[in-house]
């Protein structure tokens, strides 16, 4: 479980570097963005081992019917994801659609997993992106939305969604989590 926090913590810390230390940040230059990058993927590492390790420790159970919720909000945690790369006109209507993503995201994993270990993971992302959000807000008050793009960019992006969803149903299979409702084929 001590992989699992040092993980959130450094995930955590790396991400708001930028917003707690703006001038320790500056002072690294380009240097900094790999320094960053590299506790970003030590910090996912971490979680990882962290969480494929940790006891089952059931603080709450979730009702079957959870699943379903789970499997929706994770097709929009996907779509939100990809929004301001999509330059569809959805951009101009979302500030933070990533971050949006990630707290949707968290919030589906935390609907249908009660474990203690879970909750650390989930939750404590969840809080990062809510801060996060926080902090860009008060850093930069004046944003101003993007001109909106085609439709045809928000709908390619819901195929886009479609497909990696897929192959994420198919990751946590391969994982052994089944994600969906029955028993996993096979």
């Given at each position: 479980m001590l992989l699992l926090i040092v993980g959130l913590l450094l995930w955590s810390l790396a991400h708001l570097f930028k917003r707690l230390a703006p001038e320790a940040r500056a002072s690294l230059g380009d240097r900094g963005k790999g320094l960053v990058a590299l506790a970003i993927l030590v910090s996912v590492v971490l979680m990882w081992i962290g969480y494929?390790?940790?006891?089952?420790?059931?603080i709450y159970n979730t009702p079957a019917w959870t699943i379903h919720l789970n499997n929706l909000l994770m097709l929009v945690a996907i779509y939100f994801l990809g929004i301001s790369g999509a330059k569809g006109r959805l951009s101009a209507r979302f500030r933070h659609p990533m971050l949006g993503g990630i707290k949707i995201w968290a919030i589906a994993h935390l609907i249908v997993n009660g474990d203690l270990a879970s909750i650390l993971l989930f939750g404590g992302l969840l809080a990062w992106a809510v801060v996060e959000v926080i902090?860009?807000?008060?850093?930069d008050r004046g944003w101003t939305p993007p001109a909106p793009g085609p439709v045809a960019k928000d709908i390619r992006l819901g195929v886009i969604t479609l497909v990696l969803y897929?192959?994420?149903v198919g990751i946590h299979w391969w994982l052994g989590v089944w994600p969906l409702p029955g028993t996993a084929p096979g």
């Open positions: 494929r390790h940790a006891p089952v420790i059931p902090l860009i807000n008060r850093q897929a192959a994420i």
